[in-house]
C-alpha cells in the first residue's frame, strides 16, 4: 500500500494550496482518510479527517479556512487550503485507515509529507 502526496509549496500569506494524496496498492476497502502535519521543533498534530460517508473533523486553528474532502472512486483524499497563515507552515502528511484482507482489522498508513510554506 502507498500514499502519494503532492500539491506542497511555497506561498504568501492569504493564499491558497491544494494538497492531494492517493491510495494505491493491495486495497479491501478504506475508511478514514485524513491529514496532518509537523512544524519544526513541535509534535506532529491533527489537521482534519473525513470518513468513508463524509464525515469531517477539523483542528480549531484551521476550521473555516480548510477543507478536506475525498473521491472514493479515486481512493483519493483532497486538503483545500485557503487563507494560509505563516504559523500553517509545516510538513503536511496524509494518512488513511486501510484493510488489505477481507475480514482483516483496519491499520494506519502514511504518505512521505509534503512541504507548505507560507511566507509573511
Known amino acids: 500500500v502507498q500514499l502519494q502526496a503532492s500539491g506542497g509549496g511555497l506561498v504568501q500569506a492569504g493564499g491558497s494550496l491544494r494538497l492531494s494524496c492517493a491510495a494505491s496498492?493491495?486495497?479491501?476497502?478504506?475508511?478514514?482518510m485524513g491529514w496532518y502535519r509537523q512544524a519544526a521543533g513541535k509534535q506532529r498534530e491533527l489537521v482534519a479527517t473525513?470518513?468513508?460517508?463524509?464525515?469531517?473533523i477539523y483542528a480549531d486553528s484551521v476550521r473555516g479556512r480548510f477543507t478536506i474532502s475525498r473521491d472514493n472512486a479515486k481512493r483519493t483524499v483532497f486538503l483545500q487550503m485557503d487563507s494560509l497563515e505563516p504559523e500553517d507552515t509545516a510538513v503536511y502528511y496524509c494518512?488513511?485507515?486501510?484493510?488489505?484482507?477481507?475480514?482483516?482489522?483496519?491499520?494506519?498508513?502514511w504518505g512521505q509529507g509534503t512541504q507548505v510554506t507560507v511566507s509573511s
Open positions: 494518512y488513511a485507515t486501510i484493510r488489505t484482507r477481507p475480514n482483516s482489522y483496519y491499520n494506519d498508513y
Open positions: 496498492g493491495s486495497i479491501v476497502s478504506l475508511d478514514v
Open positions: 473525513i470518513t468513508l460517508g463524509f464525515n469531517t
